[in-house]
């Protein structure tokens, strides 16, 4: 019962968060990026990590996403996007368990984590509706 809350809380934030941000972000612009540990370090052929900023200058809450969001480091480790599809075919990136936004739109975050958030979840409930 708590995984099946958990799913339906994500989905809800999705959709919250993306009403506003629909239309913004073509499926070209985003990659597809197989659900991994939310902002989970991984090595990535594509782009070397001292190209990327800390992971700190850019998720600051209130702040918008870049548009080009490609990672960030973390540690000096390569952290890659984590991406949720929604049916639009935007995409939500989330970081570390708690950050989540539409590229080129303003960051949130949910301290408690993303399964337990309230608006997280509406956000993904409107994502995939």
């Known amino acids: 019962m708590g995984r ?7 989905a809800t934030i999705a959709a919250v968060g993306l009403l506003g941000a629909c239309g913004n972000e073509t499926a070209d612009s985003a990659e597809k990026t197989a659900p991994t540990p939310a902002g989970s370090p991984s090595a990535s052929a594509e782009q070397p990590a001292s190209d990327l900023p800390p992971c700190d200058d850019v998720w600051i809450v209130g702040d918008d996403l870049p548009g080009k969001y490609k990672g960030c480091t973390a540690d000096g480790t390569e952290v890659t996007p984590e991406t949720v599809e929604c049916s639009s075919g935007q995409r939500i990136v989330v970081f570390d368990d708690q950050f989540w936004a539409v590229r ?6 949910a301290p408690d984590g993303l399964d337990a958030s309230d608006e997280y979840a509406d956000v993904l409930y409107s994502c995939r509706a």
């Open 4 to 10: 099946l809350r958990s799913s339906m809380l994500i």
């Open 104 to 109: 080129g739109h303003v960051i949130k975050q």
